[in-house]
C-alpha cells in the first residue's frame, strides 16, 4: 500500500519505518526544517535502539521518503496516518494547533476522498468530529482512530511485537484495510467503534499512571511500618490478577504521554460533569513523589545551601534522551533555588545539552566519577545500566560524603553499604 504518514516523531517514525520494513511505500511528512534534513540524510533526529539501522534499511530499499510538505507526496495514496504531538498548553489543556493545521491541509488537498487514520492522541470524539468537518463541502473522507502504544525505549519492539492493535472505525472497508495493512506483523487486533478506540488509549495509560501511584502510596507507608516496597511488590506480583508491571516506586512517572493523557482525561471528566477521585489522586501522588529526594536531601542536612549534589540520570527513563516532564527538571530547579551546586550525569549528550540550556549554572559531567567529585550527596533519578556498574569502591573516594538518595530504587542496598555510603531508597522501610 501507499500510506503517507504525517509527523516524524517517535510514534510516525518508527511505525512508517516499520511499515517499509514489511513492504509498503511511505512517505513521513515532517514540517521541522531540522529534523527533515537529518532524516534525509539518513540521521535519526532521535535516539531510539534499532532504529537507525532500520531507517538506513528501509531507505536503501527506497521504500521511505521524507517531505516537508503534504502537497509534495506524489502519487495515490491508499491511507493518510496524522502521528503530530497534541501537546497540553500552559493552562493543562490540549494544544491541538499543530493537529488542526494537518486536517486543513488534508482539506484543502485535491483529492475528494480518502482515509485518514488518526494515530495522535486526541480528545475523545475527535476522529468522528474530524470526519464530518472533512466532508463539509460533499468530500467523502473515512476517519479511524489506531492509537499507539509504544513506548519511548523500546519503540521498535513495542511496534514490531505490538500487545495489541485497536482500530477504530464505523467503516467495514476501512476495517478490512487496516486489518490487511497490520496482518504481516501478526498481532492480536481489535475493532471497536472511533469513541471507544479513543478511550482505550486514555484508560491505558491513565491505568499505568494509577499503579505507578498506587505503588507509592504503599511506599511512604512501608517506610512507616518497617517494611520493603520491593519485597511487597513481588510478594503482591505472585499473583497473576496483579502483576508485577508498573508497580516501581521512586520519583514518579515523567514523560510526553503519562501525565499528558490524565490531565486529558480529568478534563474530559470536568466537562461531563463527572467526579474522578481516582486519577486525581493518581496525580496527587506523582506531584508529591517528584519532590521526594531534594525534601529529604533538606532534611538530612537541615538545609541545602552550600551543598554539592550529584546528579545522575536526568532522562524520564533509561533508553531515551527525551527530558520532556523529566522529573529531574524540577528537583534540579528545586535545588538550584535553594542555593546548592548541581553536578549532572546523563548518558545521553544531547539530554545533557539541553538541560544545560535550561539550567546554564550547572556544571555537565563528563562521566559518573565526574559528577561525583565532591558531592555531598548523590540523587539517582534514572536507572541507566551506567550507573547501576559504578565501582563504588571507587566513588567512595570522590565524594564529599557518602549518601545516595535512590529514586528508581535500583540499586542493592547491600552493594552500596559495603562501601560506608548511606543508601536512602523509596519505600525500603525494612
Ligand atoms: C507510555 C506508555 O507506557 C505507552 O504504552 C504509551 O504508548 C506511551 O506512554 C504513549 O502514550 O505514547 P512512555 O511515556 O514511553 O510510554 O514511558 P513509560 O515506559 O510508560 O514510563 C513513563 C514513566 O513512568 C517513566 O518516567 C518511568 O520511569 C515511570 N515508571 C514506570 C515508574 O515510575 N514506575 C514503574 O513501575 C514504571
Same mark, same amino acid.
Given at each position: ?29 515532517? $514540517?521541522?526544517? &531540522?529534523?527533515? !534534513? ?14 537507525? &539501522? ?23 495514496? @491508499? ?10 498548553? =500552559? ?9 488542526? #493545521? ?6 484543502? +488537498?485535491?483529492?475528494? #476522498? ?6 495522535? %492522541? ?20 473515512? %476517519? ?7 513506548? =519511548? ?39 471497536? @467503534? ?15 499512571? %494509577? /499503579? ?6 504503599? #511506599? ?40 499528558? *493523557? ?12 463527572? &467526579? ?11 506531584? !508529591? ?21 550529584? +546528579?545522575?540520570?536526568? %532522562?524520564? /527513563? ?11 527538571? @524540577?528537583?534540579? !530547579? ?18 545533557? $545539552?539541553?538541560?544545560?540550556? +535550561? ?12 559528577? +561525583? #567529585?565532591?558531592? *555531598? ?28 538518595? *535512590? ?7 547491600? @552493594? ?15
Amino acid at each position: 500500500m501507499k500510506i503517507c504518514i504525517i509527523g516524524a516523531g517517535y510514534v510516525g517514525l518508527v511505525t512508517g519505518c516499520v511499515l517499509a520494513n514489511i513492504g509498503n511505500k511511505v512517505t513521513v511528512v515532517e $514540517k521541522n526544517k &531540522e529534523k527533515l !534534513r537529518m532524516l534525509k540524510n539518513n540521521q535519526m533526529p532521535f535516539f531510539e535502539e534499532g532504529m537507525d &539501522e532500520l531507517l538506513n534499511g528501509v531507505k536503501e530499499k527506497n521504500m521511505i521518503e521524507f517531505e516537508s510538505n503534504l502537497k509534495e507526496v506524489k502519487g495515490i495514496i @491508499d491511507i493518510y496516518m496524522i502521528s503530530v504531538g497534541t501537546p497540553l498548553n =500552559q493552562e493543562g489543556i490540549i494544544d491541538m494547533t499543530a493537529f488542526n #493545521s494537518v486536517i486543513d491541509e488534508i482539506s484543502s +488537498l485535491s483529492c475528494n #476522498s480518502g482515509i485518514l487514520v488518526i494515530k495522535s %492522541t486526541v480528545p475523545i470524539g475527535t476522529s468522528t468530529l474530524i470526519e464530518e468537518y472533512l466532508n463539509r463541502g460533499g468530500k467523502r473522507w473515512v %476517519t479511524a482512530s489506531n492509537p499507539e502504544f509504544l513506548r =519511548q525505549g523500546s519503540a521498535l519492539k513495542d511496534t514490531i511485537e505490538a500487545n495489541r492493535i485497536i482500530i477504530g472505525t464505523n467503516s467495514n472497508k476501512v476495517a478490512k484495510l487496516l486489518e490487511r495493512l497490520y496482518r504481516p506483523l501478526k498481532r492480536p487486533i481489535l475493532i471497536v @467503534d472511533r469513541n471507544t478506540s479513543e478511550m482505550i488509549k486514555y484508560a491505558s495509560n491513565a491505568f499505568l499512571a %494509577t /499503579k505507578i501511584s498506587f505503588a507509592n502510596e504503599i #511506599s511512604i507507608l512501608c517506610e512507616k511500618v518497617g517494611a520493603d516496597i520491593k519485597m511487597v511488590v513481588k510478594g503482591m506480583a505472585m499473583d497473576p490478577r496483579i502483576g508485577g508491571d508498573f508497580l516501581g516506586a521512586g520519583i514518579g512517572y515523567g514523560g510526553s504521554c503519562l501525565s499528558k *493523557d490524565l490531565s486529558s482525561l480529568i478534563n474530559t471528566a470536568n466537562k461531563n460533569n463527572v &467526579e474522578v477521585a481516582i486519577l486525581k489522586a493518581t496525580e496527587t501522588v506523582n506531584q !508529591r513523589q517528584r519532590m521526594l529526594l531534594p525534601y529529604r536531601l533538606k532534611e538530612i542536612y537541615g538545609r541545602l545551601k552550600g551543598l554539592t549534589v550529584a +546528579l545522575l540520570g536526568i %532522562t524520564f /527513563k533509561p533508553g531515551t534522551d527525551d527530558l520532556r516532564d523529566a522529573p529531574s527538571l @524540577d528537583i534540579i !530547579r528545586y535545588i538550584i533555588e535553594n542555593g546548592a551546586d548541581v553536578r549532572v550525569y546523563d548518558p545521553q549528550d544531547r539530554a545533557c $545539552k539541553n538541560v544545560k540550556n +535550561l539550567f546554564p549554572e550547572i556544571y555537565i559531567a563528563k562521566d559518573c566519577y565526574d559528577a +561525583l #567529585s565532591g558531592a *555531598d550527596a548523590i540523587l539517582l533519578l534514572t536507572e541507566w545500566s551506567e550507573i547501576k556498574d559504578i565501582n563504588w569502591k571507587k566513588a567512595r573516594k570522590l565524594v564529599n560524603r557518602r549518601l545516595i538518595l *535512590d529514586g528508581r530504587n535500583f540499586l542493592e542496598i547491600e @552493594d552500596i553499604e559495603k562501601y560506608g555510603f548511606k543508601y536512602v531508597g523509596v519505600g525500603r522501610g525494612a
